[in-house]
């Protein structure tokens, strides 16, 4: 409850009802600010309490100097989280486990139950076993439940046990559309000491493209599912106040361009200004020309430039949207008094209206964005489709090892089919950038007809398929008319749900995938996903470009990337006329007249009517019950993890680092998903290896993302991808071993991260990891902090972190160290095979928060390296959690002495 010591509280009337808000003009100062900002003052407002959060945090933001460096800590207390399955199934098992923890603690297990509303929306499961054919939706869910029904059961049982707990069950989207589309309010209301609250809508989730939401209004950003688990226990998010840069936008798209391109120049213009940490928030007389759905697709990728959140503040296009999708007229209405009450709407025509105050300024003429696409790993290099040709040579010169390679296999006809380097073998058209984008979506199908007119067929060695995020996508194709043409090009309903993205692409079919390893072909995927690292679509293609929508079933139709869009024929039409891409590219103006005719408010009321239920498959399912989950000994899927075994009431004192040896010495841009177990298991990994001892066949694997409830599983999966390139295993010309391989230091033997991991763990040596710059980058996994952690490292020193994964690792009690500006492990002279010393690490008991601690490394020969390495523990609240060995202590420590 709040102490209201600065007379915040008021009453606003909407219509025949009355709710409490906490007034921001009550604090001068709080009106320059930008709306992302007041926001968060709004929370601290509502939710001061004398002790943790106090006036004092609201003043801070009061007098926020633009041009100052964040160095005041606050604490944000989010609306609510939302959560994937991927990243959600470990939060329900650790609150399961928390639950059992508390009561052999002498406490009440219920007491474990989130406070904040927390829903989860099954997503990330579905992989495109089958494609091409009409019943591969059917087909593929089926083996989804197959291959899920244990995960299944237990996130039913959480809906049951938990309070404020709910589950959008497989089939029905991706959770960001899910999101955006119904389950975001705009303003939050809830029942207070016999009052009605307002406040602003605003959460954290555990997938980094949370984001996606900030194109409504709603401030929130992906956080690590531990992370995650505190904020539904009601712990703040603990931040400094952030830098916030002010992004104009003005003219508008030009046609041949779309909401991709615009993504992807923004991107790269937002990677190369550096907004890691940062907010950005859109301004300006452009605002208002911006559709929502294109909104939504630049805020999903805020992660992919680094800002935490990438924000539209709310206008009357978001209260179009908001009716357009069926909330209520209530709704809407509160939605329009509030932000216009609390200065939080967004008119700059308005006589009234204030400009923020931003710390950094940037623009972008819209008229000036050119189709483009990104990759070949990384959704920052951004390539113009007019420059994609020898962009891609150069680009596959450097990936491919030797001169170029051909090849052939035997299709199902028992015909020869030829195969090359630089084929595109996958083209998808996926969740979750773009299909919550209309404009995109039917430009992409009407491209297929315009494609199918001319006679023109995706080649036979591609995978197509087609994965919306909603089923209001499949609706409006069907009052469109156009799931025919895109059938004929492949493009069939494969799923609902996050699947090439996340490297859920399912195999190719095995010709093709023989020929590609056979002749160790360097092929290519295109997909409309956000994200194209290394290794992470298909473990049979190392080349992955970004594109639209359409440009990805032009992609389907070419074959190849080694092709010129404004030059080279797609194919020849029935006189025999070359047919260039321009030729079947759809009118800007047919497209958005198709969206306006195709997309109801029915279709939004339909779909999420009864979103909870679910259909037989999960009605279906055996549901346990009980206050504490029943672990099955058996399980491969859920099993009790460690963290809180002979966990004391006090934290037992931090200790000093030594003797450490180190895991893996790594590069720049190392990502989560180099380190968080990811895609499909292989059958001679640490992890196939276990399951195939625990009687489990191989075609019943899965994925590492399906068993991220087995910490088992998943710490023989970190650092286990095969494009890792730990540099302890460099030979003499700089060559190194790809995958999850490192030397033993013991005994100078090449193992497999994990086996080496357990000989340092029996021999009671601890670890630590070396690495270059952003290090961490990607999406926001727990598990590249869980497995970290329990494989036993003690330490990361890297030259800079990526945000997630540092507060992640502050989570999981491993200390997050830099190297001294401008340095890094070679400058100082470090190999990776000294064994390592940190002094002062004990400080932390004693309340104390140093910022630089002793690394001492001592090589072979007895020779000594000395740095003082910066310590990445940013704010007070993360000291916190450092000292009692993770996040989840703290908690479940402050619950119990509650």
């Known amino acids: 409850m709040s102490v ?24 001068p100062g709080l009106e320059r600010l930008p709306y992302s900002l007041k926001v968060l003052a709004e929370a601290l407002l509502r939710t001061e309490d004398g002790a943790n959060i106090t006036a004092d945090h609201v003043k801070a933001l009061a007098s926020w100097d633009p041009s100052a460096e964040p160095d005041t800590e606050i604490q944000f207390t989010p609306a609510r989280v939302v959560m994937q399955d991927f990243t959600g199934v470990p939060c329900v098992v650790d609150l399961a486990t928390m639950r059992e923890a ?47 029904r244990e995960r299944y059961q237990f996130l039913r049982w959480g809906q049951t046990a938990f309070d404020n707990f709910k589950v959008v069950p497989p089939g029905t989207g991706i959770v960001h559309q899910v999101n955006l589309e119904y389950l975001a309010r705009g303003v939050m209301t809830k029942e207070t000491d016999g009052t009605t609250q307002a406040y602003p809508d605003s959460c954290v989730g555990t997938d980094s493209h949370t984001t996606m939401i900030n194109g409504l209004g709603v401030l929130g950003w992906g956080v690590g599912g531990i992370e995650a688990e505190a904020a539904m226990l009601g712990q703040p998010v603990s931040m400094l106040i952030p830098r916030v840069v002010g992004f104009k936008l003005t003219g508008a798209i030009p046609a041949g361009a779309t909401a991709t391109d615009v993504v992807l120049t923004i991107t790269e213009m937002l990677r190369h200004h550096g907004v890691v940490g940062k ?29 935490t959140a990438a924000i539209f503040p709310i206008d009357g296009v978001t209260l179009d949207y908001l009716r357009l999708t069926g909330r209520s007229a209530d709704q809407v209405a509160l939605v ?98 773009n ?131 404004e030059t080279e024929p797609l194919g020849q039409d029935a006189d025999g006329q070359d047919v260039l891409l321009k030729d079947i590219w759809p009118d800007a103006s047919e497209v958005e007249a198709i969206v306006g005719s195709s997309i109801t408010q029915e279709m939004f009321s339909k779909d999420y009517a009864d979103v909870f239920a679910g259909d037989a498959r999960w009605q279906g399912l055996p549901t346990p019950d009980g206050k ?42 190392v990502t989560t998903d180099h380190i968080s177990p990811a895609g499909s298991i292989k059958a001679d990994s640490p992890a196939g290896r276990y399951l195939a001892e625990h009687g489990v066949e191989r075609r019943d694997f899965n994925s590492y993302g399906s068993r991220r409830g087995n910490h088992e599983v998943m710490i023989r999966g970190t650092f286990a991808n095969i494009r890792l390139k730990n540099l302890l295993l460099a030979d003499d010309e700089g060559n190194v071993v790809e995958g999850g391989y490192t030397k033993n230091l013991l005994t100078g033997e090449q193992e497999s991260i994990y086996d080496a991991a357990q000989a340092y763990a029996e021999a009671g040596v601890p670890l630590v990891v070396l690495a270059g710059k952003e290090y961490g980058t990607g999406s926001s996994r727990d598990w590249a902090a869980k497995g970290t952690s329990l494989l036993g490292v003690r330490a990361v020193i890297a030259e800079s972190f990526e945000r997630i994964h540092r507060s992640n690792l502050i989570g999981m009690g491993v200390l997050p160290l830099q190297f001294p500006a401008g340095e890094s492990a070679a400058s100082v002279g470090l190999d990776g095979t000294e064994t390592f010393s940190i002094a002062g690490v004990t400080a932390f008991s004693d309340g104390d928060h140093p910022r630089t601690l002793p690394v001492t490394a001592t090589k072979t020969d007895g020779s000594v390296v000395e740095f003082d390495a910066v310590v990445r523990i940013d704010t007070p609240g993360e000291a916190d959690y450092f000292r009692n060995g993770g996040i989840l202590q703290y908690v479940l420590r402050s619950l119990v002495t509650a």
Not at 108 to 135: C, Q, T, W, Y
Not at 279 to 302: D, H
Request: aromatic share 8%; hydrophobic share 40%.
């Open 102 to 148: 508390v009561a052999e603690l002498g406490g009440d297990p219920s007491v474990i139950n989130p406070l904040a509303p927390a829903e989860m929306v099954i997503d990330h499961s579905v992989v495109i076993d089958v494609f091409g054919r009409k019943d591969a939706l059917e087909l593929n869910t089926a083996l989804e439940y197959e291959r899920n």
């Open 279 to 307: 907010f950005v928030e859109f301004y300006g007389e452009g605002v208002g020309a911006v559709p929502l759905a294109n909104r939504a697709t630049i805020g999903n990728m805020s992660p992919e430039f680094g800002s």
């Open 336 to 433: 329009e008094a509030y932000t216009k009450e609390q200065g939080m709407w967004h008119d700059p025509s308005a006589a009234d209206y204030v400009e923020p105050q931003f710390s950094e300024y940037l623009e972008l003429d819209l008229s000036t964005v050119v189709p483009s696409i990104a990759g070949p790993k990384r959704p920052q290099d951004r390539v113009s489709l007019s420059e994609s040709k020898p962009q891609f040579e150069k680009a596959i010169s450097q990936v491919r090892a030797g001169d170029a390679k051909d090849a052939t296999y035997v299709n199902e006809a028992g015909e020869t089919v030829p195969l090359k380097d630089g084929d595109v073998v996958i083209a998808s058209i996926t969740s979750c950038t």
């Open 435 to 565: 299909t919550s984008n209309p404009s995109v979506m039917l430009a992409a199908a009407l491209l297929a007809r315009n494609a199918n007119a001319k006679g023109l067929a995706s080649k036979p060695w591609v995978k197509t398929s087609m994965a919306p995020g909603s089923q209001v996508v499949t609706d409006y194709y069907e009052k469109a008319g156009l799931w025919p043409d895109l059938e004929a090009l492949g493009f069939h309903l494969v799923g609902y749900g996050c699947t090439t993205c996340i490297g859920n692409s399912g195999p190719l079919p095995e010709p093709v995938s023989g020929a590609v390893n056979e002749h160790d072909l360097t092929v290519v995927s295109v997909l409309s996903g956000n994200r194209n690292f290394e290794g992470r679509i298909n473990p049979d293609v190392k080349m992955n470009y970004l594109a639209s929508p359409p440009l990805v079933i032009a992609y389907a139709l070419a074959g190849t990337m080694d092709f010129d869009f």
């Open 628 to 669: 504490t989950f029943v672990w099955e000994d058996d399980s491969t899927y859920v099993r009790k993890p460690p963290y809180f075994e002979g966990m004391g009431i006090e934290p037992e004192p931090v200790q000093d680092i030594a003797g450490a040896r180190v895991l893996a010495l790594l590069g720049d841009s």
């Open 4 to 27: 209201n010591t600065l007379g915040a509280k008021a009453t606003l009337a909407v219509g025949d009802r009355s709710y409490e808000i906490y007034r921001l003009d009550a604090v």
